[in-house]
């Protein structure tokens, strides 16, 4: 699979951005699920050791399996995980599955979200624990695993089965975990096809609906009686929960606070939520983030045309005016296209944002960084602030990221090369120039 790096202008060996050559091949992997037909990569994780955790959509000769791969520090696989360095399995037995995320808890445990297929049309929002072996931790849900089913049927999410993968589409999965460990998570219920509402669901730390939670585990995340799609959560330092995807049609970015009881933060933007458009066109919040002084920032996708999207908030949901006149930033990159689909806040509170370029074989990684104060920073990949690269001969897409210790950046997701394969890929995430005594 041969490696392609593009800047904006020449860049030095060793700096943030490059590859790292130390890892796996040249910077690359492919992660291996054993007996599977394809996968891609959906989520990435670090745990306490620094290796690996991938959460992947796998395929095999009888269907969609959810899959969990570990990669020890250096890019191998770590062949004492589960079987030969993976786990596929099904959250209900006789049911299609996939994996949207994973998190690695306090106490090493591994948690997996991701979607059960009710059927061709129809998902579920599905849990599964697993020790730092990769076997289930049987006390939680029905033996390690739990498909989540509401009243009135309101879980159930329609299953995207022709939008290509990476493409914002239907099936969106994000969950977080509370410090007392009461797990958060998002589901989409259409309740027609131009009639839909997002979900805001808490369980137990053993996978029961939590009724303390707005006094039945759930709360419908509608604003203005306009249709809502939830994509991302976070949970502030505070406790508040915030929610964003999109609303209405066409498309308006969408954010939303809660308070730790599943009550509407009233005190957020306007009435809890706040809307955005970008110079006329639709809008999607994929990742939001926040700073230490409370701040917000939130990545994602413009639409007609798909362009790379960065917004910056004050803590109460108001534009940052000293941000691009508070308005939403655009990164264009490419002929066709692109998006940022993850972000993660470093210490220092420079935020780096992976995505992709949109389109055929010229869908390629992307990775950025920006500052504390929301702008590109120009201290990233040599001044250009961004990089694309390309790993085959066609279709690459970055869907997760997490950084290692060393500063290390690890980025999952995908390339069709025949089939879909899922890839991992660190990248520098510092100058690393050598000393010479």
């Given at each position: 699979?041969p490696?392609?790096?593009?800047?904006?202008?020449?860049a030095a060996?060793?700096?943030?951005?490059h590859?790292d050559?130390s890892?796996?091949s040249?910077?690359?992997?492919q992660?291996?699920?054993a007996g599977s037909t394809s996968?891609?990569?959906?989520?990435?994780?670090i745990d306490s050791?620094g290796?690996?955790?991938?959460?992947?959509?796998?395929?095999?000769r009888?269907?969609?399996c959810?899959?969990?791969?570990?990669?020890?520090?250096?890019?191998s696989?770590?062949?004492?995980f589960g079987?030969?360095?993976?786990?596929?399995?099904q959250?209900q037995r006789?049911y299609?599955?996939?994996?949207g995320?994973?998190?690695?808890?306090?106490?090493g445990?591994?948690?997996?979200?991701?979607?059960h297929?009710?059927?061709?049309?129809?998902?579920?929002?599905?849990l599964?624990?697993?020790d730092?072996?990769?076997?289930?931790?049987?006390?939680f849900?029905?033996?390690g695993?739990?498909?989540i089913?509401l009243?009135?049927?309101l879980?159930?999410g329609?299953r995207?089965?022709w939008l290509?993968?990476?493409v914002?589409?239907?099936?969106?999965?994000?969950?977080?975990?509370?410090a007392?460990g009461?797990?958060?998570?998002?589901?989409?219920?259409?309740?027609e096809?131009a009639?839909?509402v997002?979900l805001?669901?808490?369980?137990?730390?053993?996978?029961?609906l939590?009724?303390?939670?707005n006094?039945r585990?759930?709360?419908?995340v509608?604003h203005l009686l306009?249709?809502?799609?939830?994509?991302?959560?976070?949970?502030?330092?505070?406790?508040?929960?915030?929610?964003g995807?999109?609303?209405n049609?066409?498309?308006?970015?969408?954010?939303?606070?809660?308070?730790?009881?599943?009550?509407?933060d009233?005190?957020?933007?306007v009435?809890?939520?706040?809307?955005?458009s970008?110079?006329?066109?639709s809008a999607?919040v994929?990742?939001i983030?926040?700073q230490d002084?409370?701040?917000l920032?939130?990545?994602?996708t413009?639409r007609?045309?798909m362009h790379?999207?960065?917004?910056?908030?004050q803590?109460n949901?108001?534009?940052?005016?000293?941000?691009?006149?508070?308005?939403?930033?655009?990164?264009?990159?490419g002929l066709?296209?692109c998006?940022?689909?993850a972000?993660?806040?470093q210490?220092?509170?420079?935020?780096?944002?992976v995505?992709?370029?949109?389109?055929?074989v010229?869908?390629?990684?992307?990775?950025a960084?920006?500052?504390?104060g929301?702008?590109l920073?120009p201290?990233?990949?040599?001044?250009?602030?961004?990089?694309r690269?390309?790993?085959?001969?066609s279709?690459?897409?970055?869907?997760?990221?997490a950084?290692?210790?060393?500063?290390?950046?690890?980025v999952?997701?995908?390339?069709?090369?025949?089939?879909?394969?899922?890839v991992?890929?660190?990248?520098?995430?510092?100058?690393?120039?050598f000393?010479?005594?």
């Amino acid at each position: 699979m041969p490696d392609q790096t593009a800047f904006a202008r020449p860049a030095a060996q060793y700096t943030a951005g490059h590859l790292d050559k130390s890892f796996a091949s040249n910077g690359k992997t492919q992660v291996y699920f054993a007996g599977s037909t394809s996968s891609i990569a959906n989520s990435v994780a670090i745990d306490s050791s620094g290796r690996v955790l991938v959460a992947a959509k796998v395929g095999t000769r009888d269907g969609h399996c959810f899959g969990l791969a570990r990669l020890l520090e250096d890019g191998s696989a770590d062949l004492a995980f589960g079987t030969r360095g993976s786990v596929i399995g099904q959250f209900q037995r006789g049911y299609e599955a996939m994996a949207g995320k994973v998190l690695v808890l306090a106490n090493g445990n591994i948690l997996v979200a991701g979607l059960h297929y009710q059927d061709a049309h129809q998902t579920l929002p599905a849990l599964a624990l697993f020790d730092s072996q990769g076997h289930p931790v049987r006390d939680f849900g029905d033996n390690g695993r739990c498909v989540i089913r509401l009243p009135g049927n309101l879980s159930l999410g329609m299953r995207d089965a022709w939008l290509p993968p990476g493409v914002p589409g239907a099936e969106a999965c994000d969950v977080k975990v509370q410090a007392d460990g009461r797990i958060l998570l998002l589901a989409n219920h259409h309740f027609e096809l131009a009639d839909h509402v997002g979900l805001l669901i808490r369980l137990t730390c053993n996978g029961e609906l939590d009724s303390a939670f707005n006094g039945r585990g759930f709360v419908i995340v509608r604003h203005l009686l306009m249709n809502s799609w939830l994509s991302s959560l976070m949970v502030q330092r505070d406790g508040r929960i915030m929610v964003g995807g999109s609303i209405n049609f066409p498309e308006e970015g969408l954010l939303a606070r809660y308070l730790p009881d599943g009550s509407l933060d009233d005190s957020f933007a306007v009435d809890g939520f706040m809307t955005f458009s970008v110079q006329g066109h639709s809008a999607q919040v994929s990742q939001i983030v926040q700073q230490d002084n409370g701040d917000l920032q939130c990545f994602g996708t413009s639409r007609d045309p798909m362009h790379c999207l960065a917004l910056k908030l004050q803590s109460n949901g108001r534009p940052d005016a000293r941000c691009n006149g508070g308005q939403p930033h655009l990164l264009k990159v490419g002929l066709s296209g692109c998006q940022w689909t993850a972000a993660q806040l470093q210490p220092d509170g420079r935020v780096l944002t992976v995505g992709a370029t949109i389109g055929g074989v010229e869908a390629d990684f992307l990775l950025a960084r920006y500052l504390p104060g929301g702008q590109l920073d120009p201290g990233f990949a040599e001044g250009t602030c961004w990089v694309r690269t390309r790993l085959g001969r066609s279709l690459d897409t970055a869907t997760s990221m997490a950084v290692q210790a060393d500063g290390g950046i690890v980025v999952g997701g995908y390339s069709l090369d025949g089939n879909y394969r899922a890839v991992v890929v660190r990248y520098l995430g510092q100058d690393n120039h050598f000393s010479h005594t």
